[in-house]
């Protein structure tokens, strides 16, 4: 089963890996066709930062940044994922034609979103999250880990569940960086297997993430973004060979390149003479 690539358009100011280059909707749109051209399954449109630290977005300004790209890019036949944790934002994104709603905090954030989401026919991402981003590493105590975050993921599939969302549109997401740091990252993602055995399908967003910053630092030099997105084209490959259903990325050639790759090592157990 192939591993889909879902590429990454930010239309936010304060992204801390595209610094807001892509704010204007016409630059996110070429951005989402190019990444799309680069082999992209699926396209995941933000509007907020979720980046440590970030601020809250006002939900208008959010769909403001939002809704023209999600319908250009939904017109010109891409899938479109919108990453929000706001009711309002998914529905109306869902009407611009998004497919998926990519939910970092799992339903959590807004009361309304499970009940919104089951009223539609999009799928849904519930990602494993403990709290905002400006308070996200208060949070980062476990007992251990990889069972509390399957755990704790179980427990929004079955509010989804509850709330009216057929089990079949929810995919699950162990929730990379979000209220972890360092090693407990690599944790979650060796225990790769033990979520896929929910029974969901698993996203899996490691893209220049700072748990690859710190990796690649201890070698020395400055951990540029084409150092981080080799390493996320690798984790991307291992957690591929670990069940992934998706990787969500930045630079989505580069992934595309190991995925491709990896499947062709793959193929070799078929070969024949
Ligand atoms: N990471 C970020 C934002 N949205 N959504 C999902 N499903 N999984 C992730 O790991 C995830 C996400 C933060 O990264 P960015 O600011 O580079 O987009």
């Known amino acids: 089963m192939p591993c889909l690539v879902m590429g990454i358009v930010n239309v936010t100011p304060d992204s801390f890996s595209d610094g807001g280059l892509f704010l ?65 934002t998914a529905v109306a994104a869902v009407e611009a034609g998004a497919r998926i709603v990519n939910d970092v905090s799992g339903g959590l954030a807004d009361p309304a979103m499970l009940a919104a989401v089951a009223g539609t026919d999009a799928e849904i991402v519930v990602q494993h999250w403990r709290g905002h981003s400006a308070d996200m590493y208060a949070q980062a105590t476990y ?40 090693a407990q990252n690599w944790a979650v993602l060796h225990g790769l297997p033990r979520l896929a055995a929910l029974g969901h399908r698993v996203l899996v967003g490691t893209s220049r993430k700072r748990f690859l910053v710190e990796t690649l630092e201890t070698r020395g030099g400055e951990a540029s973004i084409p150092r981080r997105d080799l390493a996320t084209a690798v984790t991307s490959v291992l957690a591929a060979q670990a069940g992934a259903w998706g990787v969500r990325v930045h630079d989505v050639a580069a992934t595309v390149d190991a995925l491709d790759v990896a499947a062709q090592w793959e193929s070799g157990s078929t070969w024949t003479s």
Do not use: C, W, Y
């Open 24 to 88: 204007a909707a016409d630059a996110a749109i070429a951005h989402g066709l190019e990444l799309r051209a680069h082999g992209a399954d699926l396209l995941d449109v933000g509007g907020e930062s979720t980046r440590p630290g970030a601020e809250r977005v006002d939900p208008a300004v959010e769909q403001g940044r939002v809704l023209p790209v999600v319908e250009a890019l939904a017109s010109s036949g891409a899938i479109v994922s919108i990453d929000t944790m706001n009711a309002s």
């Open 143 to 182: 007992d251990d880990i990889v069972s509390d975050v399957v755990g704790e993921l179980a427990r929004r599939v079955e509010a989804a569940v509850t709330a009216g969302i057929p089990p079949e549109r929810v995919i699950v997401d162990p929730g990379i960086g979000f209220g972890k740091k360092g």
